[in-house]
């Protein structure tokens, strides 16, 4: 399983980024996929999700109704909508998947075994 996470970079706060975790159609179509960060001397936390087998989707609290998950099967590709960013939304950006039978996608970084390279993202006050 290979994950390719893009689209990371510098923004002043109340500003929009798009990331996006491109992968195989395999993955994509069989795999629940999300999208996890980690600030510097935190732990790696979760950020959202989509079950494959439900579709559906699970936001952290601290980013609901600012972020949302869409996906482009067309490329093979999940985006991670950020809107409305906030200093502390500041952190380097994974892309994870998992493979599970779960019908909820699934919030711990531990139940993720296929993770893609980080992307940082920066949001200035």
């Known amino acids: 399983v290979q994950l390719q996470a893009s689209g990371g970079g510098l923004v002043q706060a109340g500003g929009s980024l798009r990331l996006s975790c491109a992968t195989s159609v395999r993955t994509f179509t069989l795999y629940t996929m999300g999208w996890f960060r980690q600030a510097p001397g935190k732990e790696r936390e979760f950020v959202a999700a989509?079950?494959?087998?439900?579709?559906?989707?699970g936001y952290a609290d601290s980013v609901k109704g600012r972020f949302t998950i869409s996906r482009d099967s067309a490329n093979n590709t999940m985006y991670l909508q950020m809107n409305s960013l906030k200093p502390e939304d500041t952190a380097v950006y994974y892309c994870a998947a998992e493979g599970s039978s779960n019908w909820s996608p699934r919030r711990r970084a531990s139940e993720y075994p296929y993770w893609g390279q980080g992307t940082q993202v920066t949001v200035s006050s």
């Open positions: 989509r079950c494959y087998r439900s579709g559906l989707i």
